[in-house]
Structure formats: structure tokens, C-alpha cells
Nanobody, 128 residues
Framework: QVQLVESGGGSVQTGGSLRLSCATS????????MGWFRQAPGKEREGVAT???????SYADSVKGRSTISQDNAKNTLDLQMNSLKPEDTAMYYC??????????????????????WGQGTQVTISS
């Protein structure tokens, strides 16, 4: 049984940093793809960062250079380090996983529906 549990969200001021973490169970990292997505009120869910089974990463243009996705196979966690945060980063952030994944990270960034497993989300609020 796959379970994803996000943590690390919160309220910070513009320019601040947050590290989101997703504790996973039931996922074998070597054959899975994972990602972080976000959804702001009234907007569609969008890809923030993805990592494929060989460790290749992709980022949305809006966060490129400010965010880093990483996974720790020993701890079974997927992290998203976000720096230089902006008010437009305010959203609910979700961790997602796809087992037996052979897609590249860049294509997965645009296809949230490809991921069958999702966490409950963690809220990120950036104040100006």
C-alpha cells in the first residue's frame, strides 16, 4: 500500500525559504517517478518539480533556479527545497508518485494525471 505524507509547509515572508518533505511507504524508488505539484485557489494543479527513476529532474520555469527536488532512498523521503519565495508561490503543495515509471521527468511535469498516488497536501503561504 502506497502512502505519501507531506510536511514542512507554513507561512513565510517574501524572500524566505521552506523545505517540504514527503514521507513515503510502499514506493520502490529505483523504478518510480515522483514529483511535487501545487494548486492555488481558483487555478489548475501545476507541476513544480519531478524526478524520474534514473534521478533526472525537471522544474517549472516559475521555480527554476530557486528550487531543488531530491530523494533520500535510505530515509524514503522526497524533499523540495524552495528559496527566494514569492507571493505567487502561495498554494497547496502535493507530493505524487508513479510506480514502474519509464517516462522522463520533463514530460511528467506537465501530466499530473499520470500520477496515481497523492499525499494530502501541505499549505505554503508567502506574504509580501
Amino acid at each position: 500500500q502506497v502512502q505519501l505524507v507531506e510536511s514542512g509547509g507554513g507561512s513565510v515572508q517574501t524572500g524566505g525559504s521552506l523545505r517540504l518533505s514527503c514521507a513515503t511507504s510502499g514506493i520502490t524508488y529505483r523504478n518510480s517517478c515522483m514529483g511535487w505539484f501545487r494548486q492555488a485557489p481558483g487555478k489548475e494543479r501545476e507541476g513544480v518539480a519531478t524526478i524520474d527513476r534514473v534521478g533526472e529532474t525537471s522544474y517549472a520555469d516559475s521555480v527554476k533556479g530557486r528550487s531543488t527536488i531530491s530523494q533520500d532512498n535510505a530515509k524514503n523521503t522526497l524533499d523540495l527545497q524552495m528559496n527566494s519565495l514569492k507571493p505567487e508561490d502561495t498554494a497547496m503543495y502535493y507530493c505524487a508518485a508513479l510506480s514502474y515509471c519509464y517516462s522522463g521527468s520533463s514530460s511528467l511535469l506537465r501530466v499530473a494525471r499520470a500520477f496515481p498516488y497523492w499525499g494530502q497536501g501541505t499549505q505554503v503561504t508567502i506574504s509580501s
